[in-house]
C-alpha cells in the first residue's frame, strides 16, 4: 500500500517567466482513484512528471508513505516505486505483447522463465486473450494496447499507478472499461491510481477529484 502527498509544490520550465505548478498540495491515497482535470495547459502533465520522479519540484516537497523524495535516488523510485501509463500507449513496438510486459521485469532483474509467468497472469487479468501474446502492438486494437500498457505498469508491483489521459485516444466504451480496471486495481487491489486530464467523464468515475488551473490546484466540488 503506498500513498503520495505533495506539499506546496512550484514548478518553473527553464527559460519560462511563469510558474507552470504554484503551490500545489495534494494527498493521493491508496486504494482510491484521484483525478485531476484541467484544460491544456494548465500543468496536469508536469505535475504527473514531478509524481513520476521525472524531474524534482522547483520548491515544496513529495512525499512517499510519508518520506521525502529529495532524500531518494529518483531512478530507484521509477523503477521500483510507480509506474506511469500514457495516453499513445508507449508500447515498445518491435517487441511482442507479451515481451513488452516482460521487459520492465527483466529490467529489474526478474528472471525470463518468472517474468513470462507474471506476464501471463497480468494479460489473462487485463482480458487479453492467448493468440494475441505473440502479435505486435500495432496489430491490437486501441482499446487493447492499452490493457496490455496497463499489464505492463503493473509488472514492476509498483504501488502507485499514474496515468497521463489514458482514454485520450479511446472511444466511449474502451474509455469506460480503462477506467473500470483502473477503479478494480485500486479499490481491490490497494494500488494509488492517479489520473490527469481534460475528459470530465473521467472525473466523475474517479473518488477524489481536483481541478487545475494555470498551475493552481483546488479540490472540486
Ligand atoms: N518543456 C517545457 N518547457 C517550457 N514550458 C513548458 C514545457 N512543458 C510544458 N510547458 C508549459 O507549462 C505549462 C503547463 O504545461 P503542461 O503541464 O504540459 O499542461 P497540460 O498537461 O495540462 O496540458 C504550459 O504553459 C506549457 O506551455
Ligand atoms: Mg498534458
Same mark, same amino acid.
Given at each position: 500500500?503506498?500513498?503520495?502527498?505533495?506539499?506546496?509544490?512550484? #514548478?518553473?520550465?527553464?527559460?519560462?517567466?511563469?510558474?507552470?505548478?504554484? &503551490?500545489?498540495?495534494?494527498?493521493?491515497? !491508496?486504494?482510491?482513484?484521484?483525478?485531476?482535470?484541467?484544460?491544456?495547459?494548465?500543468?496536469?502533465?508536469?505535475?504527473?512528471?514531478? %509524481? !513520476?520522479?521525472?524531474?524534482?519540484?522547483?520548491?515544496?516537497?513529495?512525499?512517499?508513505?510519508?518520506?521525502?523524495?529529495?532524500?531518494?535516488?529518483?531512478?530507484? #523510485?521509477?523503477?521500483?516505486?510507480?509506474?506511469?501509463?500514457?495516453?499513445?500507449?508507449?508500447?515498445?513496438?518491435? %517487441?511482442?505483447?507479451?515481451?513488452?510486459?516482460? @521487459?520492465?521485469?527483466?529490467?529489474?532483474?526478474?528472471?525470463?522463465?518468472?517474468?513470462?509467468?507474471?506476464?501471463?497472469?497480468?494479460? !489473462?487479468?487485463?482480458?487479453?486473450?492467448? &493468440?494475441?501474446?505473440?502479435? @505486435?502492438? !500495432?496489430?491490437?486494437?486501441?482499446? &487493447?494496447?492499452?490493457?496490455?500498457?496497463?499489464?505492463?505498469?503493473?509488472?514492476?508491483?509498483?504501488?502507485?499507478?499514474?496515468?497521463?489521459?489514458?482514454?485520450?485516444? %479511446?472511444?466511449?466504451?474502451?474509455?469506460?472499461?480503462?477506467?473500470?480496471? %483502473?477503479?478494480?486495481?485500486?479499490?481491490?487491489?490497494? #494500488?494509488?491510481?492517479?489520473?490527469?486530464?481534460?475528459?470530465?467523464?473521467?472525473?466523475?468515475?474517479?473518488? @477524489?477529484? #481536483?481541478?487545475?488551473?494555470?498551475?493552481?490546484?483546488?479540490?472540486?466540488?
Amino acid at each position: 500500500m503506498s500513498e503520495l502527498k505533495v506539499e506546496n509544490v512550484s #514548478y518553473r520550465y527553464k527559460n519560462s517567466s511563469r510558474k507552470a505548478l504554484s &503551490e500545489v498540495s495534494c494527498a493521493f491515497q !491508496a486504494g482510491t482513484v484521484t483525478s485531476v482535470v484541467g484544460p491544456s495547459g494548465s500543468g496536469k502533465t508536469t505535475l504527473l512528471s514531478i %509524481l !513520476a520522479g521525472l524531474d524534482r519540484p522547483e520548491e515544496g516537497k513529495v512525499l512517499l508513505n510519508g518520506q521525502d523524495l529529495a532524500g531518494k535516488d529518483l531512478d530507484a #523510485y521509477r523503477r521500483e516505486d510507480v509506474s506511469v501509463i500514457f495516453q499513445a500507449f508507449q508500447l515498445f513496438p518491435l %517487441l511482442t505483447v507479451i515481451e513488452n510486459v516482460c @521487459y520492465p521485469m527483466e529490467l529489474n532483474g526478474i528472471a525470463k522463465a518468472e517474468a513470462q509467468k507474471r506476464a501471463r497472469v497480468l494479460l !489473462a487479468r487485463m482480458d487479453i486473450s492467448e &493468440e494475441k501474446w505473440k502479435r @505486435y502492438p !500495432a496489430n491490437l486494437s486501441g482499446g &487493447e494496447q492499452q490493457r496490455v500498457a496497463i499489464a505492463r505498469s503493473l509488472a514492476t508491483g509498483a504501488g502507485i499507478l499514474l496515468a497521463d489521459e489514458p482514454t485520450g485516444n %479511446l472511444d466511449g466504451q474502451n474509455t469506460t472499461n480503462v477506467m473500470e480496471i %483502473l477503479t478494480r486495481l485500486a479499490h481491490e487491489d490497494g #494500488y494509488c491510481v492517479i489520473i490527469v486530464t481534460h475528459d470530465p467523464a473521467i472525473a466523475e468515475a474517479s473518488d @477524489y477529484v #481536483y481541478r487545475m488551473a494555470d498551475g493552481v490546484l483546488a479540490k472540486a466540488g
